[in-house]
């Protein structure tokens, strides 16, 4: 007896992004991105001194708002880069995860 190589496979321990995704918006998730980087912005004003982190924080958010200007990402309706999105959930995943990211990476600060 022999078995189909798809039996020899251990299902995935990993939980399916599309599931933990769902729901969720790529303007969402931008917009937490950067009330995440304003409120580091704040924090590092008050108790930094120099100021150094909190221009390059600054700068970041300029970055950000041109990054998703230009990507649609805040646009409305068809123009938005969730509606032009809608048909290609792994690049919808793959461009959550990276806003994850730097939600993560933000929110240390």
Known sequence: MSSSPSECIAPSSEPDPTET??????????EECRDSMFKSTDFLHKYEDGGTRSAKMRDLIGRFNIWASNMGV??????????RLRDLEEAKVLMLEHLDSMLNLTSRW
């Open 21 to 30: 995704l769902a729901g969720v918006t790529i303007a969402s998730r931008a």
């Open 74 to 83: 805040f646009a409305a309706f068809h123009a938005s880069l969730d509606y």
